[in-house]
């Protein structure tokens, strides 16, 4: 079965700068967690939480408060383990259905294609709970049949064509990093699936300085694309947390937002131009304009629609000069709903710096523990000062203390002045500045949390994160409903350790915030955990719901989150989306089934479930 | 509430007073006969580690579920136990705040902003006028909960209670319930409302287990007192007018107000479902807008949670009974020789028995809105702006009516009741022996039917009616050959009539208050007896019978709480009680009416008698109004109609066709002029602002026959059957 074709691909690889991750993605990531097989936080013969590799700036160090932290916030016992089954071999998974004039077909063609176990194993999920957990102890029930690697627009219009003459489904596939069950095969998916990997389209096909233009191909990966561009000293300022995996091409299918988004924008801010094969044909606008008055922009068909209607092959960014000084800060307030204010203040007056965030006390405290052994005894000291500082000086509580982290970017004089300005209205709202290693030990925990995460599940526990956004006056009130009722939902189902909830307030905006939310449990005696957590989540996200915030900010709905796409738009919203597919995929070749696609009450999200059979641990 | 404030006078003047009276009383509970045994068998013990040897002997400070928390205030310092240290849990979100910041929050917040502006567009008026008229409202409204006052407040509290009650009883466990609740969510107290003690007791009971203090929604009658209102305010009331219709501001401030304090859950609100006291002992229909203000915070998703805690309070004996009994008849209260203050230290010297304040299992909205509410729907507006979803106003609704009727049946039941109860089918007296054997099998059916009743099994049943009676001699008495009767008031009022018809109601009502009570345990069983009891066939088809009980629970939902929506459910299970219990027999879909016909079915609708009785005369009334000019019949106000079928019922009184006088109460006029409007007997029709009443002649017909098919109804004299309208002799004797 592993007739494998031409997997060195024609043009990659042959660059002077080959792309950071690999078309065998096997070989530099991991198969059941999250980012490069090199870096992972380990208990170390001390038992101590230690984060190997090289690549991050926590690697190589042991973080000596996170092991505590742990046991005493989730209760995690270093002698309870859940080790993960072996990794998965052909005989685990599927056979793959095979569509044998569209096979035929595609060997006339010269595109890359291949039915190998693991290239269609790791691009079968995303990166949610449940998916990790199916990898981790479970199987699959339903896979890609096929990857395919198209190397241009060309071969992806080929490609998209066959499909629809043979009946085949598309399922593309960015950098993998979904967090809404959008990659998962629909279950009930009889036809051939193929796994459209975009990631061997990854160039930058110009850059337009004149108008501060590029254009780039899909499947370009966040960080590669900022390395490209900067070394032409650009960039395009998009920085989602998933930028080291995630792709152009998936920014523009799930209407992305970035870090930085307060100078850059969103993906739908950065868009110029997007191309994007339908199975009707390619839909593009014939100008590139910085805005347009021709009817419902069309771009807004495709952004945020999740692989449902088409793939996006190429598209024009915004560029910027590469700023002239990046630096970080911190706020420290006496508690969240004071740095809520605060935020709300900033936004209003418009001066919000490249990110702010506000964490509250539970991610503060996390922060805290995530801080590397330090090497130097006048650190230890000066921390002790810093903390006497605030604590009895300032009298803050360490236990309600809220902390906002800042990343000013810009020309030297317009970042002193916009730091000036911040602080002086965070004063006004009892904040005190916190120092710039607080700001970038925030932001790191964003990007160490996903590898936190496959530790947690080494000891029982279960944990995931969801995100929304809520106008600002109920902004607090959606942080503390939210919370509470994930701890009496923890309460009321039994579960016997308390679990860790936390939120940040993520983004700012004119109107309101995004709200970021982790929540993890301890699923000591529990019999199915994912079940669980699946139920618990879904009443957060009633909650929230309730709470005037929204089925999502920015991670989308994919088949997780289904059933509140009704109530989100309204029956005439999701008329009017089915429609817009009907037009342009009446065959359903698109057939990933996210978003609007389909019966939501018998979303994926029942499917994965029944997908998932998890041996029940205690 | 004279009464009220006169009693603080006493207590201050008269502190030395008070022990001399509690022993005097005690001695008095000690003669009765039970307790002599008792005390006699206590001498001797068995074993040493046994202290009381009496294997009867029941605790009277712990009983069943109840503790009486006035029995340890007897032996310790008052001053000492106010003054004490008292750790009060708080809401975990709670902002400790100042009441004076908590009307300054009112008056900033968006809500009251949002009413200022939208005055100053309609009337013109400035900013600073309409600010000053918030103000002014929230000045009037504002309670001022301080520590300092409290504990004087608790000083007073206890001498009181000590005073009136020889017990105070509460359900202990869900005191430690009630303490975590406090903590995690904003809770609401809904006590029943039968008496102004109701939130004295409340803040006792509070006080006494280290609780927080409720805020307490009171009317604005207290307000005007001066002391007495000063007092209450800084303890905790707040006041609210009884009507506001449509004044936007006063909505406005009165909405922040009660809202601010359930969202940052400063202390516990306190409001009567009831809305006001229930005169008549049987809970009033509950009323909707303070609880719709109270949970629109959860609906609006400002706080997590809020928790409802229905509360069942119980007098063996009601301070304000002769207050009530003239009030529902409408006529002044006789005047006493003495002064207030005279009247006030005779209240204190009477014995009202025990309290029993029993705190019910707590309703939290977010569960009881599961599936019937989407709170989805205030996404697209701001919250400030009133407003709530049908799906949540019939919530709020059935809420009400399940926190009534919890109330109701967390009652405890006062043997007092029962006697009444057969007192009142038996007004020309009844030997003690029989009326022990009725009280005994009724407390026995009372039991059956779920009742909580306070029975002392230590005691033989007739040193319980003897008890009893004893406590409330101001009503009945035992002769000296053995027969119990009611007391004629002595005060012999008489009227423009010329005779005490009136004073002699009102003794036969404050009998009814105590019948009342027992009256909601029985009301759906009796609904079915009554039917069946009356049927003049042999057989009756249930069907029949259960279109009988709906139309007897539309007569009779003015004076009985009954949850809408679920008159066939409550019909099965009444039926099946009868079936099972009560010797009521069914073959083939039927009620076999001679077998069926027994004692329970017969004493179960006498007890139901009087009210399908004053109806009777309600509709008589209202069919002998005569047309006006063109054709119409007369329109009346409501109150008019009730006055004048009072004329009718005291009429038919004085002529010995009806015995019952409770049939003279107006509220059973205003109730069954209600219930009439809303079968359509009766239709409102509005004239300059005022609502005035006519009937339905062909309805209102249909319904007197179906009274006068269930009861026994008097002959119309003589001169008005003729007439076949009435209308000549009855217009002729207003």
């Known amino acids: 079965m592993s007739q494998r074709h031409s997997i060195e691909g024609k043009d990659c690889a042959t660059d002077v700068d080959p792309p950071s991750i690999p078309k065998r993605r096997q070989e530099l990531l991991k198969w059941n967690g999250w980012g490069y097989k090199d870096s992972k936080f380990i208990v170390n013969k001390d038992n101590h939480v230690e984060f190997t590799g090289e690549r991050y700036q926590l690697s190589g160090h042991t973080m000596t408060l996170l092991r505590d932290w742990m046991i005493k916030t989730v209760g995690i016992s270093l002698d309870h383990k859940t080790p993960p089954q072996p990794e998965l071999t052909a005989k685990d998974m599927p056979t793959p259905v095979r569509n044998e004039e569209f096979l035929a077909d595609i060997r006339r063609t010269n595109i890359s294609h291949s039915d190998d176990c693991q290239d269609r194993l790791f691009r079968a999920h995303g990166h949610t709970l449940s998916e990790m957990f199916i990898l981790r102890e479970g199987r699959f029930s339903r896979m890609p049949d096929l990857v395919v690697w198209p190397a241009s627009h060309n071969e992806v219009v080929k490609l998209v064509e066959l499909a629809n003459k043979h009946n085949v489904c598309i399922i593309p596939f960015g950098g993998g990093t979904s967090v809404s069950e959008a990659l998962l095969c629909p279950e009930q998916e009889t036809r051939m699936i193929i796994s459209l990997d975009t990631s061997q389209m990854n160039k930058i096909l110009w850059v337009d300085e004149k108008n501060l233009v590029a254009h780039i191909e899909c499947g370009i990966i966040g960080q590669d694309l900022e390395r490209l561009l900067a070394k032409k000293g650009y960039c395009t300022g998009h920085e989602p947390d998933s930028m080291e995996f995630s792709s152009l091409g998936g920014w523009v299918a799930t209407r992305a937002s970035g870090m930085k988004k307060n100078i850059y924008g969103n993906i739908e801010d950065l868009v110029v131009h997007v191309k994007c094969v339908t199975p009707r044909g390619t839909m593009e606008k014939s100008c590139q304009v910085p805005r347009l008055s021709s009817g419902p922009d069309i771009h807004h068909f495709i952004l945020g629609s999740e692989g449902t209607l088409g793939v996006v092959t190429e598209v024009t960014l915004k560029i910027r000069p590469v700023p002239e000084c990046k630096k970080y800060g911190s706020i420290v307030f006496p508690d969240f709903e004071h740095g809520v204010a605060c935020l709300r203040e900033i936004a209003k007056q418009k001066c919000a710096p490249a990110s702010i965030r506000l964490m509250d006390n539970e991610q503060f405290q996390f922060g805290h523990a995530l801080k590397p052994e330090s090497k130097s005894t006048f650190t230890n000291f000066m921390d002790g000062l810093k903390k006497f500082y605030i604590t009895r000086i300032k009298g803050f509580d360490l236990n309600t203390m809220a902390v906002a982290t800042l990343l000013f970017e810009g020309a030297k004089k317009d970042v002193d002045a916009q730091e000036k300005r911040v602080y002086e209205i965070a004063a006004q709202f009892g904040g005190l500045a916190g120092g710039a290693e607080n700001g970038e030990r925030g932001y790191m925990l964003t990007f160490a949390i996903a590898y936190i995460r496959d530790l947690g599940f080494e000891y029982y526990i279960v944990a995931e994160s969801f995100e929304t956004s809520v106008p600002w006056d109920r902004c607090l009130d959606l942080c503390t409903n939210v919370k509470d009722r994930l701890h009496r939902e923890c309460k009321e189902r039994g579960i016997q350790f308390p679990p860790y909830i936390t939120c940040r307030v993520t983004q700012t905006y004119d109107a309101g915030a995004c709200v970021y939310f982790y929540f993890g449990f301890n699923y000591r005696g529990i019999q199915n955990p994912v079940q669980l957590y699946d139920d618990i989540e879904s009443c957060a996200r009633d909650e929230i719901l309730a709470n005037g915030g929204s089925i999502s900010h920015h991670h989308g709905v994919g088949k997780l989150r289904k059933r509140w796409l009704k109530k989100t738009v309204g029956e005439v919203g999701v008329g009017a989306m089915r429609a817009i597919k009907e037009y342009l995929d009446p065959q359903n070749i698109f057939g990933s089934g996210n978003l609007m696609v389909g019966d939501p009450e018998e979303s994926a999200h029942n499917s994965s479930n029944s997908n998932v059979s998890l041996p029940s641990k205690l | 509430m004279y009464v009220l404030s006169a009693l603080w006078n006493v207590t201050l003047v008269r502190l030395p007073y008070i022990k001399s009276h509690c022993y005097l009383r005690r001695t008095l509970i000690l003669s009765s006969p039970g307790r002599k045994i008792a005390r006699k068998m206590s001498g001797q013990s068995r074993n040493s580690w046994i202290i009381k040897d009496d294997p009867r002997l029941v605790s009277a400070r712990q009983k069943d579920f109840f503790v009486d928390i006035i029995d340890e205030r007897r032996h310790t310092s008052d001053?000492?136990?106010?003054?004490?240290?008292?750790?009060?849990?708080?809401?975990?979100?709670?902002?400790?705040?100042?009441?004076?910041?908590?009307?300054?929050?009112?008056?900033?917040?968006?809500?009251?902003?949002?009413?200022?502006?939208?005055?100053?567009?309609?009337?013109?008026?400035?900013?600073?006028?309409?600010?000053?008229?918030?103000?002014?409202?929230?000045?009037?409204?504002?309670?001022?909960?301080?520590?300092?006052?409290?504990?004087?407040?608790?000083?007073?509290?206890?001498?009181?209670?000590?005073?009136?009650?020889?017990?105070?009883?509460?359900?202990?466990?869900?005191?430690?319930?009630?303490?975590?609740?406090?903590?995690?969510?904003?809770?609401?107290?809904?006590?029943?409302?039968?008496?102004?003690?109701?939130?004295?007791?409340?803040?006792?009971?509070?006080?006494?287990?280290?609780?927080?203090?409720?805020?307490?929604?009171?009317?604005?009658?207290?307000?005007?007192?001066?002391?007495?209102?000063?007092?209450?305010?800084?303890?905790?009331?707040?006041?609210?007018?009884?009507?506001?219709?449509?004044?936007?501001?006063?909505?406005?401030?009165?909405?922040?107000?009660?809202?601010?304090?359930?969202?940052?859950?400063?202390?516990?609100?306190?409001?009567?479902?009831?809305?006001?006291?229930?005169?008549?002992?049987?809970?009033?229909?509950?009323?909707?807008?303070?609880?719709s203000a109270s949970l629109e915070p959860y609906f609006k998703a400002q706080v997590p949670d809020i928790m409802v805690l229905p509360i069942s309070i119980s007098y063996d004996r009601v301070l304000e009974e002769k207050l009530y009994a003239y009030e529902l008849l409408g006529v002044p209260k006789p005047k006493e020789s003495a002064s207030g203050v005279f009247k006030a230290r005779s209240i204190l010297e009477e014995d009202f028995g025990n309290v029993h304040i029993f705190i019910g299992d707590p309703v939290s909205i977010r569960n009881y809105s599961v599936g019937s509410v989407d709170r989805t729907s205030h996404s697209i507006s701001p919250r400030y702006i009133a407003s709530l979803s049908f799906q949540e106003q019939a919530l709020i609704q059935k809420l009400s009516y399940d926190v009534t009727l919890q109330q109701l049946r967390n009652m405890a039941i006062s043997p007092w009741s029962m006697i009444a109860a057969v007192l009142l089918q038996n007004l020309d007296g009844i030997p003690l022996r029989q009326l022990v054997k009725e009280v005994e099998w009724l407390k026995r059916q009372a039991s059956n039917l779920g009742a909580y009743i306070d029975y002392p099994v230590n005691e033989t049943a007739e040193a319980i009616v003897h008890h009893n009676v004893f406590t409330h001699k101001n009503i009945a008495k035992i002769t000296e050959d053995g027969i119990v009767e009611l007391v004629s008031d002595d005060s012999m009022l008489v009227d423009k009539n010329g005779d005490n018809l009136m004073t002699q109601a009102a003794q036969e009502l404050m009998v009814c208050l105590y019948r009342n009570q027992l009256l909601n345990v029985f009301v759906r069983v009796a609904m079915v007896a009554i039917p069946i009891n009356s049927c003049v066939k042999d057989t009756l088809l249930i069907a029949e019978l259960r279109s009988q009980y709906q139309l007897l629970e539309k007569l009779l939902n003015q004076e009985f709480i009954f949850m809408p929506g679920q008159t066939d459910q409550d019909f099965d299970m009444a039926l099946s009680c009868l079936t099972r219990t009560c010797g009521v027999i069914v073959q083939d879909g039927s009620v076999m009416i001679k077998k069926s016909t027994n004692k329970y079915t017969t004493f179960f609708s006498q007890m139901f008698e009087p009210f399908l009785l004053g109806y009777w005369v309600m509709c008589r009334y209202l069919l002998s109004i005569q047309n006006g000019a063109h054709g119409k019949p007369l329109v009346k106000l409501p109150k008019t109609i009730s006055k004048e079928a009072q004329v009718l019922s005291s009429q038919l009184i004085r002529d010995s066709h009806i015995k019952h006088k409770e049939v003279l109460s107006l509220d059973m006029m205003n109730n069954s002029l209600h219930s009439l409007y809303h079968l359509g007997a009766v239709h409102k029709e509005k004239r300059e602002g005022k609502t005035y009443m006519y009937p339905n002649l062909v309805l209102l017909s249909k319904v007197t026959e179906d009274l006068s098919k269930f009861i026994e109804v008097p002959p119309m004299p003589q001169t008005t059957i003729n007439m076949d309208t009435k209308t000549v002799v009855v217009n002729a004797k207003l």
């Open chain 2, 79 to 291: 001053i000492g136990w106010a003054l004490r240290q008292r750790e009060v849990p708080a809401y975990k979100y709670n902002k400790a705040r100042s009441p004076a910041e908590i009307k300054n929050d009112v008056l900033k917040s968006d809500r009251v902003k949002y009413a200022v502006e939208k005055i100053m567009e309609e009337s013109g008026a400035s900013l600073t006028d309409v600010m000053k008229e918030a103000e002014s409202i929230v000045d009037e409204m504002a309670h001022n909960l301080r520590v300092g006052v409290i504990r004087g407040f608790a000083i007073f509290l206890v001498k009181v209670m000590k005073k009136l009650f020889q017990r105070v009883y509460v359900n202990e466990e869900a005191i430690s319930k009630v303490r975590t609740l406090i903590k995690e969510y904003p809770v609401l107290l809904m006590p029943s409302h039968r008496s102004y003690l109701d939130f004295l007791l409340m803040s006792y009971v509070f006080f006494h287990y280290d609780l927080p203090l409720p805020v307490i929604a009171a009317a604005m009658d207290f307000m005007g007192m001066k002391f007495f209102g000063w007092l209450l305010r800084n303890s905790g009331a707040f006041y609210i007018r009884r009507s506001f219709g449509d004044d936007q501001l006063y909505w406005a401030v009165f909405t922040e107000y009660v809202q601010t304090h359930i969202c940052n859950g400063d202390s516990p609100v306190e409001f009567y479902v009831e809305g006001t006291r229930s005169r008549t002992q049987k809970s009033l229909p509950p009323k909707f807008g303070m609880m």
